[in-house]
């Protein structure tokens, strides 16, 4: 049966009845009606884009990821399937690419911890726990402006970097936002008391190919981010805000690109374990930069001993390959010069 609807005469402004105007309000009732389903169904949409969006900051985080690990698919197999397993280092690194869910331009690093496991009749190896294997991590863009990205996945997280569709758009408008951040003059005391000026920042953010060590410090002087920035033998402390945690970037010789070290967590409040202990083994070897634009001070600053010690940290020989004497300090000081 066919449902009809009955048009009823009303008045026009003149008094006089009219169907146009009826039929006028009642299709003016249905486009309300449609509207009002409309920005129902948009507001709905909205609202699962946005769970969405966190199902997917849960599913990359450290912490999920992790207890992935631990679980196990297959009950009916045993934990140790070897009644000889040796616990040594895994020295070297592998690239993560293969698998389901595997990320590609990660190298894991493994390094084992637990006691040696020799071999044990069937009894006792039900009581074996299994080796832990603590993965340390790098993540390397594969964008030719790394250094850039390296920042990018510390402020925005990995999941957005991840999941990010054109990266020249994204990097373009985060340059934008950056610079218009700077003219408002936010974090403008900062900048100036590092004598780092608008000019040369937004130069050094916008017209070079790709940024370098001082850009990223004012990113750092920008947003009130920490970075542990590592350079061959060097190292440079970015800190700006001593209750935020530290992140770490590494540059690479052989590739002359960077990487960040996982995990990046950017809900952390303080600097993760792994981190901590990795920067100490670093500030033991590694020589600490005091001036990125200026790294070695005059030669009249230093004794003999410390460039030596620098020399040390920079794998530098102290000793004169065609003499077979030591260097003295004018030939200390220019090896030093040559190597960073």
């Known amino acids: ?42 507001s709905a949409i909205t609202e699962m884009e946005e769970k969405i969006k966190s199902l997917k900051n849960i599913m990359l985080s450290e912490s999920f990821l992790n207890n992935c690990k631990h679980i196990n698919l297959d009950n009916k197999e045993p934990v140790v399937k070897s009644k000889n397993i040796k616990n040594k280092h895994m020295g070297g690194s592998s690239r993560v690419g293969d698998g389901v869910g595997s990320v590609d331009n990660v190298i894991i690093c493994d390094d084992v911890v637990g006691t040696d496991v020799t071999e044990k009749n069937e009894n006792e190896l039900d009581n074996v726990q299994p080796l ?152 033991e070897s590694y020589w600490k930069l005091d001036n990125l634009e200026k790294p070695l001070r005059p030669i009249t600053v230093y004794s003999v001993n410390d460039l030596i010690n620098i020399c040390s940290k920079l794998e530098i020989p102290v000793i004169c390959d065609t003499s077979n004497k030591k260097k003295t300090k004018a030939e200390l000081y220019s090896a030093i010069l040559q190597k960073i």
């Open 132 to 283: 832990v294997l603590k993965k340390v991590e790098y993540f390397t863009p594969s964008q030719s402006n790394s250094l850039f990205w390296c920042f990018y996945i510390i402020y925005n997280g990995f999941a957005s970097y991840e999941f990010e569709s054109n990266y020249f758009t994204a990097e373009q408008q985060f340059k934008i936002q950056t610079i218009e951040k700077v003219k408002r003059g936010e974090n403008k005391a900062a900048l100036k008391e590092h004598k780092i000026s608008k000019t040369c920042f937004e130069s050094g953010l916008v017209s070079a190919k790709n940024i370098n060590a001082k850009t990223l410090y004012a990113l750092c002087l920008c947003y009130n981010l920490n970075i542990f920035y590592v350079y061959k033998n060097t190292y440079y402390e970015m800190i700006t805000n001593i209750e935020k945690p530290v992140h770490i970037i590494i540059y690479n010789a052989e590739t002359n690109n960077f990487s960040i070290r996982l995990p990046v967590d950017m809900h952390a409040t303080e600097t993760l374990t792994e981190h901590t202990e990795y920067m100490e083994k670093i500030k």
């Open 1 to 42: 049966m066919s449902s009809h609807i009955k048009l009823q005469k009303n008045n026009n402004i003149n008094g006089e009845s009219s169907v146009a105007s009826s039929l006028n309000s009642i299709v003016k009732k249905q486009f309300t009606n449609i509207a009002e389903q409309y920005n129902l169904y948009a």
